[in-house]
């Protein structure tokens, strides 16, 4: 039996909405991406690659602060 991993045919239909040209794309096809990258990115969040992606934003972003002052 073959089993379809969610949050990687997410990443797929992603990947391949962003492919299309801006200008093709209606309000709806760019809302309908924004909800699809929440639910990709809500399925990532608890995996130990959610957490590194995690651990290197808040790094990158403390660092930007650290700049700025």
């Known amino acids: 039996m073959l089993t379809i991993n969610v949050?990687?045919?997410l990443a797929v239909i992603v990947v391949w909405r962003l492919q299309r040209r801006t200008e093709v794309r209606s309000r709806f096809d760019e809302k309908?991406?924004?909800?699809?990258?929440?639910?990709?990115g809500v399925l990532i969040a608890p995996t130990a690659a959610g957490q590194g992606i995690l651990n290197i934003l808040g790094q990158l972003a403390s660092g930007v602060t650290r700049a700025g002052q």
């Open 7 to 9: 949050t990687l045919l």
């Open 32 to 40: 309908l991406t924004v909800v699809i990258v929440l639910a990709l």
